[in-house]
């Protein structure tokens, strides 16, 4: 683990600096999910529950109980067990959270029950986020109902539950120097994987088998998962934004959409390029790609402190409206296609998302109604595209079946941006120079 024992400290006094007076916050770990029959998937710790404390097993709950005579950070997880360790691995038991992880105190998870109502118990409100978890929620309400069965008795349950993803996702938003260095190693490994698939492809290789290329490279520094299911898509089905199937022979002449990262440590990489199968652009292939890398380049020069979230995106709308309008691919003029979204036949998503411990990471994007303003520590993807649907009819059929994406990732400093993908290549030169040289 890359992230230190005294940032995930801080990052508990921080969360609980801004809880409101005689509160408790309470976060379980992720469920284990079931593959099939007796297989489980790998599992992959919940990333708030990760962020506050560095514990990666399942079945584990903190309460952080700001003000408690014995200590704020209590933790609950599975007691030590010989026999299931020898087939399971290792568990770091209550003694371990407290070694280990910082807790000031932990219990096992079996005795929840008889412990965490005390906690509760005379707190006035509770910091939960209520709906993420529907198992976990009808047991908070359960230890809830079992204080206020004791009323009588003169037990005080709480009487207010706040949102806790409120809060600790701004917090999340904002990246520390070591989570930018993590996110630039994921960044690194990930360039390196484009560039193996660039390296390996020619017509006649199948997406999977360029998938199974990425894949290599990023076990092969130590980042064991893809951060999301990876997207290569040649031909016709780079036009397909979420296309997983990977299945399909690459042609020659063929354009091959690749989105892939990696996540390592728990933070994600993101990154997109699109390049010929054969290494070569064809002239309509270079044309629609120019217009998506300017347009990513204009979005990139506007991602800076004091602008909005908003503005990279429109960077790109402005760009890739004039660039269809150039070459025929729509009519009229700029500003009213803008209006009447009419680009959005060609270019249907946005230009990107905040970037971290997940892919699509949390974070408001809009504050007070309003657009949120750029800020340092924040870090996004710049993403847009261009996709020419196959079966278009309403357009020349040399522009059909060309799908296009470009996507960094970016963060954005004190002085303006540093973009942590910018090693693969991405202009037509480098990436052409890169696949003859191959």
């Known amino acids: 683990m890359r992230i230190t024992k005294t940032e995930f400290a801080r990052r508990r006094k921080q969360l609980m600096d801004m809880m409101e007076p005689n509160s408790i916050a309470i976060l379980p770990a992720a469920p284990e999910r079931v593959r099939s029959r007796d297989t489980e998937y790998h599992y992959r710790q919940d990333s708030d529950f990760l962020y506050l404390s560095g514990f990666e097993e399942p079945q584990a709950v903190i309460a952080l109980i700001p003000g408690r005579e014995h200590g704020s950070f209590v933790m609950f997880v599975r007691e030590r067990n010989r026999e299931r360790e020898i087939w399971d691995g290792y568990r770091a038991g209550p003694e371990g959270a407290c070694e280990e992880f910082g807790a000031d105190d932990a219990f096992p998870i079996d005795d929840i029950d008889d412990i965490l109502p005390g906690l509760l118990e005379g707190r006035q409100r509770v910091y939960y986020a209520m709906g993420k978890d529907g198992e976990f929620d009808k047991q908070v309400m359960e230890w809830i109902n079992s204080i206020r069965a004791k009323v009588r008795s003169g037990a005080t349950p709480p009487g207010e539950f706040l949102d806790l993803s409120h809060i600790l996702h701004d917090m999340r938003l904002f990246k520390s120097a070591a989570e930018i260095r993590v996110m630039k190693e994921a960044a690194d490994?990930?360039?390196?994987?484009?560039?193996?698939?660039?390296?390996?492809?020619?017509?006649?290789?199948?997406?999977?088998?360029?998938?199974?290329?990425?894949?290599?490279?990023?076990?092969?520094?130590?980042?064991?998962?893809?951060?999301?299911?990876?997207?290569?898509?040649?031909?016709?089905?780079?036009?397909?934004?979420?296309?997983i199937e990977n299945s399909a022979a690459i042609k020659n002449g063929d354009l091959v959409l690749i989105d892939a990262g990696c996540e390592l440590d728990y933070y994600a990489a993101d990154i997109t390029r699109t390049f010929p199968a054969n290494g070569k652009f064809s002239n309509e292939q270079k044309i629609l790609y120019e217009i998506c890398l300017n347009a990513?380049?204009?979005?990139?020069?506007?991602?800076?402190?004091?602008?909005?979230?908003?503005?990279?995106?429109?960077?790109?709308?402005?760009?890739?409206?004039?660039?269809?309008?150039?070459?025929?691919?729509?009519?009229?003029?700029?500003?009213?296609?803008?209006?009447?979204?009419?680009?959005?036949?060609?270019?249907?998503?946005?230009?990107?998302?905040?970037?971290?411990?997940?892919?699509?990471?949390?974070?408001?994007?809009?504050?007070?109604?309003?657009?949120?303003?750029?800020?340092?520590?924040?870090?996004?993807?710049?993403?847009?595209?261009?996709?020419?649907?196959?079966?278009?009819?309403?357009?020349?059929?040399?522009?059909?079946?060309?799908?296009?994406?470009?996507?960094?990732?970016?963060?954005?400093?004190?002085?303006?941006?540093?973009?942590?993908?910018?090693?693969?290549?991405?202009t037509v030169k480098e990436i052409e120079k890169l696949m003859k040289a191959s």
């Open 296 to 426: 990513q380049l204009a979005a990139i020069e506007v991602a800076k402190p004091g602008n909005h979230w908003n503005d990279p995106h429109e960077a790109t709308v402005r760009v890739i409206t004039k660039g269809l309008i150039d070459i025929g691919l729509l009519e009229g003029e700029p500003e009213a296609l803008i209006q009447s979204e009419a680009y959005k036949e060609f270019y249907m998503h946005r230009a990107g998302h905040w970037l971290g411990m997940d892919v699509h990471d949390v974070g408001d994007y809009k504050v007070g109604g309003e657009w949120r303003l750029l800020e340092p520590g924040m870090v996004m993807t710049v993403e847009p595209g261009i996709y020419v649907a196959p079966d278009n009819e309403k357009v020349a059929k040399k522009w059909r079946g060309i799908g296009i994406r470009i996507e960094d990732d970016v963060v954005i400093t004190k002085d303006g941006n540093e973009v942590l993908t910018k090693n693969v290549p991405k």
């Open 189 to 243: 490994i990930s360039a390196a994987a484009h560039i193996r698939a660039m390296k390996a492809c020619d017509p006649g290789v199948m997406e999977y088998q360029l998938e199974a290329e990425i894949l290599h490279e990023f076990h092969r520094n130590g980042a064991r998962f893809p951060a999301y299911n990876s997207i290569v898509g040649g031909g016709k089905n780079g036009c397909i934004l979420h296309y």
